[in-house]
């Protein structure tokens, strides 16, 4: 078995846990929640709450099944969800005091579920390998530093993402995409920057990639040139190298 097919092996079975193992352990709690409760036959109607997570979570493992970036966002919620949830129904239905656990349940939920995530994306994307090229997955890359750019490389462009928080009541945060084909890409290089360049950036952004000592990747597209500090660089421009060698004439 090839590396990259034992990390496809290993990260979907963590993917699968995530979006329906854990909707599954939590249809399983609230049934024993239900079960050990003293209320009607009318309390059996809190199951329907996870049964629809467990479709909504079979739904997106289809949808997201090859964004790594999606998985720990996904463990978080559903991690979070089946703890409150779950002290909740204890809670409403007599089965059991939870109520001032509750909050700590709900955190110990989001945590377990965001480390799945983690796990399942670093058992595919770390280290980086060239091979990740020929998969299927939409490659994510974070950049080195206090920043909020992360490179992501699908089968047709590469896209560098920006998370910023916008100053709104509601206090939403919003992604900013600059996105090239990747047959508009001119230049990759793989460097090494000393932390003492100035590196300046195309389009402006709120938290912009400093410079700092390791290895960076350059990217030329449309005349426009990205400096992007990053610890594996090098396999980086090769995985970019192989996907635009699939799709250039």
Known sequence: MSSLEARHRQAQL?????YVGIPLIFLGLVLWVCAASDEGAAKWAAALVPVAVLAVGWWRRGKSRYLPAHWPRAGFLLGGVTALFTAFAADVLGAGSLALWALPITVGGTILGSGFGRYAFRALMVPAI???????????FRMRGLTRL???VDASQVTLHEQMVLQTVDGESTVREKSYPLTAITGIHAVTLSGSERLKYPV???LAPASSPGPALILQAQ????????N???????ILERRIGRVSP
């Open 150 to 152: 992360r490179l992501s």
């Open 14 to 18: 963590v993917v699968s846990f995530i």
């Open 204 to 206: 402006a952004m709120k």
């Open 232 to 238: 594996e660089a090098p396999a980086i421009a090769e």
């Open 130 to 140: 060239a091979e990740l090229a020929d998969s299927e997955y939409e490659l994510s």
């Open 223 to 230: 005349g426009q040139d990205w400096v992007l500090p990053q």
